[in-house]
């Protein structure tokens, strides 16, 4: 299956976070982030469970959405550095996908762990969370791989003309030469 790697970074302030301490269902969920074309993946907190039997616990789920997935799998951390919390998920093979959408979920701590302030998990008024990995993934759509079709960079340049010059700059200074013989010189 393709790999799509993916990272987010999610900042929570405080004041959206209480009021869900003790809701049935109540989340919140991040924008949504695309870095492959029809992908795209975000986060949702349930800081108290989003089942009943997950009620007094608070749940991260990852979210990929494709408008023609098939199934998927992932491999991903969630890490909340200032509470020194940092989980490795492997989630199993899921075929079952609704409207283009798989989730895998992940039971952070419990609600009154994640809402306790020597615990913290919310610090300096807001929760940070960071998710990042790697989206194993199938799909209807048949993608061409990219190829190169460059040559050598002098060739795509100037052709067959030696006669060219070339400034490199690295660190405000400027080195001035005939880009024939920088490339002599190797």
């Given at each position: 299956m393709?790999?799509v790697p993916f990272?987010?970074?999610w900042?929570?302030p405080?004041n959206?976070?209480?009021?869900?301490?003790d809701s049935v269902n109540?989340?919140?969920?991040?924008?949504?982030v695309s870095?492959?074309?029809?992908?795209q993946?975000?986060?949702?907190?349930?800081?108290?469970?989003?089942?009943?039997?997950?009620?007094?616990q608070?749940w991260?789920?990852i979210?990929?959405?494709?408008?023609?997935l098939?199934?998927?799998?992932?491999?991903?951390?969630?890490?909340v550095e200032?509470?020194?919390?940092?989980k490795?998920?492997l989630?199993?093979?899921?075929e079952?996908?609704?409207?283009?959408?798989?989730?895998w979920?992940?039971?952070f701590?419990k609600?009154?762990?994640?809402?306790d302030?020597?615990?913290?998990?919310?610090?300096?008024?807001?929760l940070?969370?960071k998710c990042?990995?790697?989206?194993?993934?199938?799909?209807?759509?048949?993608?061409?791989?990219q190829?190169?079709v460059?040559?050598?960079?002098?060739?795509?340049?100037?052709?067959d003309?030696?006669?060219k010059?070339?400034?490199v700059v690295?660190?405000?200074?400027?080195?001035?030469?005939?880009?024939?013989m920088?490339?002599?010189r190797?």
């Open positions: 393709p790999e990272a987010v970074l900042e929570i405080e959206q976070l209480l009021p869900l301490k109540g989340h919140l969920e991040s924008a949504f870095n492959f074309p029809g992908f993946h975000r986060l949702r907190i349930y800081p108290n469970g989003n089942t009943d039997a997950r009620r007094g608070t991260v789920f979210y990929l959405t494709h408008r023609n098939k199934k998927g799998e992932a491999e991903f951390n969630v890490t200032s509470a020194d919390c940092a490795k998920c989630s199993p093979d899921q079952s996908i609704q409207l283009g959408t798989i989730a979920g992940y039971c701590c609600t009154e762990e994640f809402f302030s020597g615990e913290c998990f919310i610090y300096d008024g807001k940070t969370v990042d990995g790697i989206f194993k993934v199938e799909t209807d759509v048949v993608s061409e791989q190829k190169w460059g040559g050598e960079l002098g060739d795509v340049l100037w052709g003309n030696d006669t010059d070339c400034t690295v660190d405000n200074k400027q080195i001035k030469e005939s880009f024939f920088v490339c002599r190797r």
